[in-house]
């Protein structure tokens, strides 16, 4: 059974009480669904603990923006996180660091989160449209750029790698031809085996030191 995980700060906010107390009553109106609580410090520990007990997490604003930034530094950075805003009628999919002015034109920003947003919209589309078609070239995507990382020569400066935006997004559509009939690994939402004979991921290792061109823009 999926499980919904209401974050809040209830034992210090009034307003925070008052979310959960709503959170309780929709709950109650999906008796298939399961839910729980979290204050926000425990869910932060959590999060880098055992971030796969979690399959939604609803708060508000402020700590939404600050969980979700903890949760794109624990998959390598904002620049490999896609975001998804869904309303009833609309949707927009776009990359978790918004926009970057100081680095246009010049090379150094991570497609990949813009790239996995396009993912995303497709499976939104697949999904509300009932139609196959647009899941399986998500995968595609995906399966590519993971492959494409996994290869190591294809990594921007916050990732610790030596190439370009354009030698990145050049990368990706490349690889997708070897996709198909592997191990399709979505960055989204998990792991799925497809008869598939081994990850495309390297071992796990030290992330690498920031680039000095990136140094300046993390704290």
């Keep these: 059974m999926p499980t919904v995980t209401c974050v809040d700060k209830a034992n210090v906010l009034r307003s925070f009480a008052f979310f959960r107390k709503v959170f309780d009553e929709v709950a109650g109106r999906y008796p298939d669904v399961a839910a729980d609580h979290l204050y926000v410090d425990a869910a932060a520990l959590e999060l880098v603990r055992r971030p796969e007990r979690f399959d939604v997490m609803v708060t508000e604003n402020l700590l939404g923006d600050i969980l979700s930034d903890l949760a794109a530094g624990l ?63 998500a995968r595609k995507i995906e399966s590519a750029v993971a492959l494409a990382l996994a290869d190591g020569r294809f990594r921007t400066a916050d990732i610790g790698g030596p190439a370009s935006t354009k030698e990145v997004t050049s990368a990706i559509p490349a690889k997708s031809r070897f996709a198909n009939g592997r191990r399709t690994i979505s960055l989204t939402g998990g792991v799925s085996l497809r008869q598939v004979p081994r990850s495309p991921w390297p071992a796990r290792r030290p992330n690498p030191p920031v680039s000095s061109e990136w140094r300046g823009r993390f704290p």
């Design 75 to 137: 998959i390598g950075g904002m620049g490999v996180a896609p975001s998804a805003d869904l309303g009833d009628h609309h949707a927009v999919f776009q990359p978790c660091h918004g926009t970057a002015p100081d680095l246009a034109g010049r090379g150094l920003a991570n497609p990949v989160a813009a790239i996995l947003s396009c993912a995303m919209l497709l499976d939104h589309l697949g999904r509300t449209k009932h139609d196959d078609a647009p899941a399986r070239a």
